[in-house]
């Protein structure tokens, strides 16, 4: 490796872009057009970097497997920033591999963390876990160390785990502060941020109001009958029941908890559930059919009692409350996503909630059609913004599926 090459690597990881830029600005050898597409990464141009970082992985010889697969990792970082989630997995697991192979501990490490956060997205996080456990027990970098903090604080996020978030957290804060990076360090303190935002709207008692992550993990733990609407769901501190696949019984059963210790008559019920003004005497037998089928789905948790005019939840706790997205207007789901501040592509969106892009892109025209979302660019390039970051984080409670792991 040249002198000018040498110094420009240097220059970059001193955090000096445009020192390094100036060395190499104007040479298209392999090396030098990975450390442009590196520096242009750092500098926010992320298309102009990632065809650099793809120019770069060609102009490297069969001989040079190493510096190939740098490039994939780099360009998979990339591809991450940019919301690109259907990005090839193989290629940079296979980089991975190479680097192992190698001896590039560092950089394998890093593309495990890379995966991971990527799984962490999508919501797999089991998966995303299990990447996390693979680095090995050697020390890394204290970069790294602060990415694999945030991993796992996004983890515990999704399965409203405040205290272990709260301290992943803290790990990572500390390894930025050691690492010296400063687009490291102020994503730490938006995730610190996050974790003290709203997360969900608790119904109780004929009362509503906002509470944060920590709240709904005592929530969680306490005697309490949950039914939760953010994940279709109804437990208790020992047992769950997932309705997610049974919306017209979770649209019971949520009812009956709104209005608990009352009762709810049947004609709302049928109004509610059924969407009918007019209920006839099937709607009232098919009523009966699916109470029956929601004393089934709940089992122990609690009770349906018929009452004069109605049914009443009978809980076994001594307390019945409803958690539910801070905003339920159409396409919530949509804007949690969007709640990061990244730009991301429908395709992308269809990919992280496992819906169809047709679908998806129905949502974003409405939303958009609403002044909540804007887009950026035309066509196969166009981008999705959330028009304003609300004043609440729905992405903690994004599909991450908490009760089926």
Same mark, same amino acid.
């Given at each position: 490796?040249?002198?000018? *090459?040498? &110094?420009?690597?240097?220059?970059? &990881?001193?955090?000096?872009?445009?020192?390094?830029?100036?060395?190499?600005?104007?040479?298209?050898? &392999?090396?030098?057009?990975?450390?442009?597409?590196?520096?242009?990464?750092?500098?926010?141009?992320?298309? @102009?970097?990632?065809?650099?970082?793809?120019?770069?992985?060609?102009?490297?010889?069969? @001989?040079?497997?190493?510096?190939?697969?740098?490039?994939?990792?780099?360009?998979?970082?990339?591809?991450?920033?940019?919301?690109?989630?259907?990005?090839?997995?193989?290629?940079?697991?296979?980089?991975?591999?190479?680097?192992?192979?190698?001896?590039?501990?560092?950089?394998?490490?890093?593309?495990?963390?890379?995966?991971?956060? @990527?799984?962490?997205?999508?919501?797999?996080?089991?998966?995303?876990?299990?990447?996390?456990?693979?680095?090995?027990?050697?020390?890394?970098?204290?970069?790294?160390?602060?990415?694999?903090?945030?991993?796992?604080?996004?983890?515990?996020?999704?399965?409203?785990?405040?205290?272990?978030?709260?301290?992943?957290?803290?790990?990572?804060?500390?390894?930025?502060?050691?690492?010296? *990076? /400063?687009?490291?360090?102020?994503?730490?303190?938006?995730?610190?941020?996050?974790?003290?935002?709203?997360?969900?709207?608790?119904?109780?008692?004929?009362?509503?109001?906002?509470?944060?992550?920590?709240?709904?993990?005592?929530?969680?733990?306490?005697?309490?009958?949950?039914?939760?609407?953010?994940?279709?769901?109804?437990?208790?501190?020992?047992?769950?029941?997932?309705?997610?696949?049974?919306? *017209?019984?979770?649209?019971?059963?949520?009812?009956?908890?709104?209005?608990?210790?009352?009762?709810?008559?049947?004609?709302?019920?049928?109004?509610?559930?059924?969407?009918?003004?007019?209920?006839?005497?099937?709607?009232?037998?098919?009523?009966?059919?699916?109470?029956?089928?929601?004393?089934?789905?709940?089992?122990?948790?609690?009770?349906?009692?018929?009452?004069?005019?109605?049914?009443?939840?009978?809980?076994?706790?001594?307390?019945?409350?409803?958690?539910?997205?801070?905003?339920?207007?159409?396409?919530?789901?949509?804007?949690?996503?969007?709640?990061? /501040?990244?730009?991301?592509?429908?395709?992308?969106?269809?990919?992280?909630?496992?819906?169809?892009?047709?679908?998806?892109?129905?949502?974003?025209?409405?939303?958009?059609?609403?002044?909540?979302?804007?887009?950026?660019?035309?066509?196969?390039?166009?981008?999705?913004?959330?028009?304003?970051?609300?004043?609440?984080?729905?992405?903690?409670?994004?599909?991450?599926?908490?009760?089926?792991?």
């Amino acid at each position: 490796m040249d002198q000018l *090459i040498t &110094a420009a690597a240097r220059a970059l &990881a001193a955090g000096d872009v445009l020192g390094a830029l100036n060395r190499v600005a104007l040479r298209d050898d &392999a090396p030098a057009l990975a450390l442009r597409g590196i520096a242009m990464a750092q500098l926010g141009d992320l298309e @102009r970097a990632r065809g650099l970082l793809r120019g770069a992985a060609r102009a490297f010889g069969p @001989r040079e497997a190493l510096a190939r697969a740098r490039c994939v990792v780099a360009e998979a970082e990339i591809a991450l920033a940019l919301r690109d989630l259907g990005w090839p997995a193989a290629s940079l697991d296979a980089a991975r591999t190479v680097l192992e192979r190698q001896g590039d501990r560092v950089n394998a490490a890093h593309a495990h963390y890379i995966e991971a956060r @990527r799984l962490l997205l999508v919501g797999k996080l089991k998966q995303a876990e299990c990447m996390l456990a693979q680095p090995g027990d050697a020390p890394l970098p204290a970069a790294l160390q602060a990415v694999d903090a945030l991993v796992a604080a996004g983890i515990a996020m999704r399965r409203m785990q405040a205290q272990a978030a709260r301290a992943a957290l803290a790990r990572a804060w500390r390894a930025a502060r050691r690492a010296r *990076i /400063g687009a490291l360090t102020a994503e730490v303190d938006r995730a610190l941020q996050a974790l003290d935002m709203p997360v969900a709207r608790l119904m109780a008692n004929g009362r509503q109001g906002l509470v944060r992550l920590d709240e709904v993990e005592s929530l969680a733990a306490s005697e309490t009958l949950v039914v939760d609407a953010c994940r279709h769901a109804v437990r208790d501190a020992r047992t769950v029941a997932v309705l997610a696949r049974r919306p *017209i019984l979770f649209l019971l059963v949520r009812a009956l908890g709104e209005a608990w210790p009352g009762d709810v008559p049947r004609g709302a019920l049928i109004a509610r559930v059924f969407r009918t003004r007019h209920a006839d005497e099937s709607h009232r037998v098919r009523l009966r059919v699916e109470m029956g089928r929601l004393r089934k789905a709940l089992g122990a948790l609690a009770g349906i009692e018929a009452t004069a005019r109605g049914y009443v939840l009978a809980p076994r706790a001594h307390r019945v409350a409803v958690l539910a997205w801070p905003d339920e207007t159409p396409h919530a789901a949509v804007l949690a996503l969007l709640a990061d /501040g990244e730009s991301w592509p429908s395709s992308a969106l269809a990919v992280a909630l496992d819906a169809s892009q047709r679908t998806v892109q129905r949502a974003l025209d409405a939303l958009a059609e609403a002044g909540r979302v804007q887009p950026l660019g035309h066509g196969r390039a166009r981008r999705w913004l959330a028009a304003s970051l609300p004043e609440f984080t729905t992405s903690l409670l994004l599909p991450g599926p908490f009760f089926s792991e």
